[in-house]
């Protein structure tokens, strides 16, 4: 039998060995073994290696087309996956944000959960693209490793469960960003959207290079610098369906916008899920975690 001392060294070696393979896999420009990548971001990670000032969108295809991708390329060129690989944190209070759709835009962008390295795409609806019925005020995209568990009910919001996708941020600067733009934002504020049944939640949030980023710390201030910004974004995700013939989304909290502190804990708790769900302790079914 085997004792504590020799099954922590196999396991030490079995563990250097697969991350050596890792890091070879990556030097070959193939794709990581999703229980490799997890591994090694719990020690040296492909999160810690990454350095997401080199990080770069690049497209493929035309815009405006079915084959239309944004893939998010490291310093090398390598693919990463925009949700899996950039690292939530960056920072005591701070948090990566990836930039589906640039404000005054109305193309619907969003991350392809079902594709290999994640890039961003249009959506679609029938093979049509799909865009929405005015444009989007607002940058708005993702918070990475982040993820709305659709098993899992929310008994502080009407016990609606995740809509299987990673938490969505509407960021208030006034520089309007790039698709695959990653940006350091603070949060502000959360918005607990109900679209068909399905919890979505809306994190406001802020660019650390906006010249007012300094002055807004909690959802107070949001009005009191942007005033009318938070029932703006609340009426503009609830109406946004209406001209396609739709019922009105609704939101929970009381139809109001929560504080910075609940948004970390929404933030906190569906980090949370995604590492189950990268660990597979949850089905993945069709979602790529590569």
Avoid at 1 to 22: E, I
Avoid at 106 to 114: F, G, H, L, Q, R
Avoid at 135 to 149: A, K
């Amino acid at each position: 039998m085997a004792t504590a001392a020799t099954a922590s060294a196999t396991a030490a070696t079995r563990f250097t060995l697969l991350a050596g393979a890792g890091l070879r896999a990556r030097a070959r420009g193939c794709r990581l073994p999703t229980a490799v990548r997890f591994q090694r971001q719990r020690g040296l990670t492909t999160t810690a290696l990454l350095k997401t000032v080199d990080l770069k969108p690049k497209e493929q295809g035309q815009p405006e087309t079915l084959d239309y991708r944004v893939f998010l390329v490291d310093g090398g060129g390598r693919k990463v996956s925009p949700w899996h690989d950039v690292p939530l944190r960056a920072g005591d209070g701070v948090f990566h944000f990836i930039v589906e759709i640039p404000k005054e835009s109305s193309a619907k962008m969003e991350v392809a959960t079902d594709e290999a390295f994640t890039p961003i795409k249009q959506d679609t609806k029938k093979g049509n693209l799909r865009y929405y019925p005015y444009n989007i005020n607002w940058n708005y995209g993702l918070l990475p490793q982040t993820w709305e568990d659709p098993t899992s009910a929310n008994s502080e919001v009407e016990g609606a469960f995740g809509d299987n996708d990673p938490v969505d941020v509407v960021e208030i600067g006034e520089r309007r960003a790039n698709i695959g733009d990653v940006l350091k934002v603070k949060p502000l504020a959360a918005l607990a959207m109900i679209d068909e049944g399905e919890l979505d939640w809306k994190i406001v949030a802020i660019s650390l290079d906006d010249p007012k980023a300094s002055l807004v710390n909690d959802v107070d201030d949001v009005e009191k610098h942007f005033p009318g910004t938070l029932t703006a974004i609340r009426d503009w995700f609830r109406d946004y369906k209406i001209p396609d013939g739709k019922p009105a989304n609704r939101f929970g909290l009381g139809n109001k916008p929560a504080s910075k502190e609940y948004a970390l804990k929404v933030i906190e708790e569906t980090n949370e899920s995604w590492e189950k769900l990268v660990k597979r302790n949850i089905p993945a079914g069709e979602l790529s975690l590569a």
